[in-house]
């Protein structure tokens, strides 16, 4: 819930103040003292005429349905086109969602924070909201923008004076403008090379954008054209929704549009109350990830940055005496001088991404929800840097990990409830490839390619294994992740490959789905080509700590660039890599010649890309469920058969022995795998000790002697600098008082 | 309203059921509300033992109540008890430690995916009876233990199942689990 506003006098006395500042005083006091959304204990609209009530809602619902539907067709890149990775909202005056299209829904969470800042920051006096005005943010320090790759514009939908509505969009834009080319500038130091980040701003009125604007987009990032197209998708969308607005208040009246949109937000919140009470168990649940962010030797100008750092992300769930899930991160890293810091809104964000994928999806999608979701984002923190000038270009490297670790709170509880059909392994393990380029004559532009922000693995099942390239933890569509016309207009890049990559996945008894791997070949580069990747997990740690019930967690995403290859004499030969692992099998045994071939398990930089050369990715993999003795024999041969599985590897971790069967295939040796399964089970009693042994030993020669990497102790450091953190480490174990860690 | 078999439950925790059934099941709306009662019944039969099962929190591990002794227990589908619920059961567990190269390659595939020792320890946790792997870490060394999940048990039966439990006291919800390493120094 966004804080109350202080409130300034707006009208004679006698007269009702209608400013969005006492709408947003009025609103958080009475939800507060009531416990319910703007004090709504009988739904006297709803309940007086049922009928009309979902007629309204659905005329709503369909406003923002059609706007997304049709405005994404403005746009010319395939992130706000194909893939829709973009969403239409309709919110209240105070910026609570009422109605959302298709699309990344959560983003609608950062709302009520632009329009509070705006609010909070006297926009109300000066210039003052006229109906049809434009205002635009990418900023998460003002607006809530999870990261400035995400832009959002605000059109205000007024009567006679006062502001009824918003019309919203949010869209993924192609590219940002930081010294780092793409949409998340992984190296970003600060704010000020997060690339165009703007607050709240007005830049256009009566539906149509000053002409000032394009030229911001066209001055200020590398990709002006499609930018201003996706300017121009958001602007038709919201202009569709607040025609139709317009439309419905004309119809049912302005008292009670006001009244049923209250009515509906509460509404959520009671189902998803419901929810809370009927398929979660409450307690305390603790989990933590971690990010490295590897900057040694590549920040030298930046002195200050230029070190390895690795972030912690820990999240201790429960549900609070009025019915509310709340996430105390107290012991997450401190903001750094690195991209990967958040805001507050962006963190409501990642909270709302979970609570779509588990408990809001019985009801009318709109921010009732998030009432039920508290958080504990102490000052100085990840979340809440308490400064304006931390860089969030991606935040997302570590704050989905927020929305894991959410969603699996809620999959674990539904597994314990018995609703098990709904609980699995919550994996969001993404990737992107971008960069900038000159073509041939001279043009230059920016691009971020989204292919692998979607056709993720689905983690394991706690009843079967995962699927392959259907999941996106952000979005709901089944087009994220769509990949052809990404490769139609970015000229240089062409997949040899674009496909599961065998044995890629977390294990268990259930696996997640395989993860993808692509291969781009570089042909006709023009002048000049770069990429770089921008991602969330890297496959040096796990995107989570924990593996469910005894299964691993995903592994994370790894880049390959080859560079001066001999690939045209490959292609000559029929030869062409089609995964990551083939492409690094190819030179390992020297049939892919090389005059560079890195592999990188952190984030790659930008890297000047020529003719022949390889950029590969392997990411989007799943975290596994339950040991990986009891999986079934046949489904492992199943994936042998496919070419899915390494047969060596499969047969340490599941204990099944494979032989071969004919040309491409196999069959089980029964009596070896008994075998087998019996000598790994005693293997592991002969391996592991009692938990108590360990942690004595391990306290001694670890913990005691700080026997870490330094950006481990660094991280341990930054941790217990938070109060309950610092306590929760120590008496974890039992330093001395005056132990310094 | 409508209630799902006992059979069906049954396949869910087997694995045997059908795509189709359990999309049936995950469309439903709502949910049934009998169904912890149903699990519960399904798992009490699965069982061995006898003791009654006050929640399942893994694929093996269940919180149960002893009748003789009052003792709310962590006990593992083999019979094996991993102290009160209240002390993580990590601590009661074995566990085995894979930080090097070679020991991760095992668990992870391929070599690309494979996670950085030194960053990182994978800590598998086994039934130090049946040695069933009941749980992994994968964390920085000198990591605290993760205690995955402490309930509220006396409240989940009250106010969200609606039937509390008898034996109410003031300290059962309450992480137990540093008395328990306390005594081991």
Redesign the interface.
């Known amino acids: 819930m966004v804080a109350a506003t202080k409130e300034i006098p707006r009208n004679k006395p006698g007269e009702i103040d209608k400013s969005i500042a006492h709408k947003i005083s009025q609103r958080d006091e009475l939800t507060e003292k009531t416990g319910h959304y703007w004090g709504i204990k009988e739904f006297t609209l709803k309940d007086s005429d049922p009928m009309k009530f979902e007629r309204f809602y659905s005329r709503l619902q369909s406003a923002c349905m059609a706007a997304r539907e049709i405005s994404r067709f403005v746009a010319a890149s395939p992130g706000g086109r194909e893939m829709g990775e973009a969403v239409w909202g309709l919110a209240s005056a105070e910026g609570d969602s009422i109605a959302l299209s298709e699309g990344f829904v959560s983003h609608s969470a950062a709302f009520p924070f632009a329009i509070n800042f705006m609010v909070e920051n006297g926009y109300e006096e000066n210039p003052g909201f006229n109906d049809a005005d434009v205002y635009v943010s990418d900023d998460g320090f003002t607006c809530g923008a999870p990261h400035p790759g995400d832009t959002y514009t605000y059109v205000p939908i007024v009567r006679d004076g006062e502001v009824i509505s918003w019309a919203c969009a949010v869209n993924h834009i192609m590219e940002v403008g930081a010294p780092q080319a793409g949409s998340w500038a992984m190296f970003a130091v600060d704010t000020f090379m997060d690339g165009f980040v703007f607050p709240p701003t007005r830049t256009g009125e009566n539906l149509k954008q000053y002409a000032w604007w394009d030229e911001m987009w066209k001055r200020r990032t590398r990709a002006g054209v499609v930018n201003i197209l996706d300017d121009k998708m958001r602007l038709a969308g919201c202009a569709m929704i607040l025609k139709s607005v317009h439309d419905i208040i004309d119809e049912f009246g302005v008292e009670y549009y006001i009244q049923a949109s209250k009515e509906v937000i509460e509404e959520t919140r009671r189902v998803v109350k419901d929810n809370i009470n009927n398929w979660m168990v409450p307690g305390t649940y603790e989990q933590s990830s971690f990010r490295v962010c590897l900057y040694k030797g590549m920040q030298k100008i930046w002195e200050h940055a230029d070190k390895d750092t690795l972030i912690h992300i820990y999240m201790k769930s429960s549900i609070d005496d009025e019915g509310r899930f709340h996430f105390d991160m107290e012991g997450s890293s401190k903001w750094g001088y690195h991209a990967f810091n958040a805001f507050p809104g962006g963190y409501k964000v990642a909270v709302m991404m979970a609570l779509a994928g588990a408990l809001g999806y019985n009801t009318k999608f709109t921010s009732g929800g998030n009432y039920l979701m508290t958080s504990n984002l102490p000052e100085g923190c990840i979340y809440n840097p308490g400064t304006h000038i931390a860089a969030h270009s991606n935040s997302w490297a570590q704050m989905l990990m927020v929305t894991l670790q959410t969603f699996n709170t809620f999959t674990r509880a539904q597994f314990m409830r018995g609703y098990m059909e709904e609980s699995f392994a919550v994996c969001g393990p993404w990737d992107a490839m971008q960069g900038e380029g000159i073509l041939e004559d001279g043009t230059p532009y920016g691009y971020t390619n989204f292919e692998l922000l979607g056709a993720c693995a689905q983690g394991a099942y706690a009843y079967r294994d995962g699927d392959p390239a259907v999941w996106f933890v952000a979005s709901q569509l089944c087009n994220m992740g769509n990949s052809e016309e990404f490769e139609q207009l970015l000229a240089p890049l062409f997949h040899l490959g674009r496909k599961l990559e065998p044995g890629y996945c977390g294990y268990g008894k259930y696996r997640s789905g395989m993860g993808l791997s692509t291969v781009q070949w570089i042909n006709e580069p023009g002048q000049r080509l770069v990429a770089s990747r921008a991602g969330g997990t890297c496959g040096i740690i796990p995107e989570l700590s924990i593996g469910m019930m005894g299964g691993y967690p995903s592994p994370g995403a790894t880049t390959a660039i080859a560079q001066g290859t001999n690939l045209q004499d490959l292609f000559r030969q029929g030869i062409s890599p089609s995964t990551l692992q083939e492409t690094i099998e190819l030179s390992d045994k020297g049939i892919l010649k090389t005059k560079k071939i890195k592999v990188w398990k952190s984030d790659a930089p930008e890297t000047n890309l020529k003719q022949d050369d390889l950029w590969c990715q392997q990411a989007e993999a799943g975290g596994g469920w339950g040991d990986p003795l009891e999986r079934d024999p046949l489904a492992v041969l199943e994936d042998a058969n496919a070419n899915m599985v390494n047969i060596a590897f499969v047969e340490e971790m599941h204990g099944v022995v494979l032989k071969a069967s004919g040309e491409e295939t196999y069959k089980i040796d029964e009596e070896a795998t008994v075998e087998k399964r019996k000598a790994l089970r005693a293997q592991r009693k002969s391996e592991s000790v009692p938990v108590s042994e360990w942690y004595k030993k391990h306290r001694e020669e670890r913990v005691l002697k700080m026997n870490m990497l330094e950006p481990v102790v660094e991280m341990l450091r930054d941790a217990t600098s938070f109060e309950s953190y610092n306590n929760h480490y120590r008496t974890f174990w039992h330093l001395p008082d005056d132990f310094e860690i | 309203m409508e209630k799902v078999e006992k059979q069906i439950?049954e396949q869910?925790?087997?694995?045997d059921?059908s795509?189709d059934e359990?999309r049936r099941?995950?469309k439903m709306?709502?949910?049934d509300?009998e169904?912890?009662w149903?699990?519960?019944e399904v798992l009490q039969d699965r069982v061995k033992w006898k003791d009654k099962i006050l929640?399942?929190?893994?694929?093996?591990l269940y919180i149960v109540k002893k009748e003789k002794t009052g003792e709310r227990l962590v006990k593992c589908e083999c019979g094996h008890e991993l102290g009160d619920y209240r002390v993580n059961w990590?601590?009661?567990?074995?566990?085995?430690?894979r930080a090097t190269q070679e020991e991760m390659s095992?668990?992870?595939?391929?070599a690309?995916?494979?996670?950085?020792p030194?960053?990182?320890e994978?800590r598998?946790?086994?039934c130090?009876n049946c040695?069933?792997?009941?749980?992994?870490?994968?964390?920085?060394?000198?990591?605290?233990?993760?205690?995955?999940?402490?309930?509220?048990?006396d409240?989940?039966y009250s106010?969200?199942l609606g039937r509390p439990l008898d034996d109410a006291q003031d300290d059962w919800?309450e992480?137990q689990?540093?008395k328990k390493?306390?005594a081991?120094?």
Request: charged fraction near 20%; aromatic fraction near 18%; proline fraction near 10%.
């Open positions: 439950v869910l925790i087997s694995g059921i795509r359990s099941l995950l709306d709502p949910k509300p169904r912890f149903t699990y519960l929640l399942r929190i893994s694929d093996h990590k601590t009661a567990a074995n566990v085995r430690i095992k668990v992870y595939f391929p690309t995916a494979v996670p950085e030194k960053w990182n994978i598998e946790f086994f130090p040695f069933t792997q009941i749980g992994v870490e994968v964390v920085p060394p000198g990591y605290p233990l993760l205690f995955e999940f402490l309930p509220d048990l409240r989940f106010e969200f919800y992480n689990t540093n390493t306390a081991w120094l």
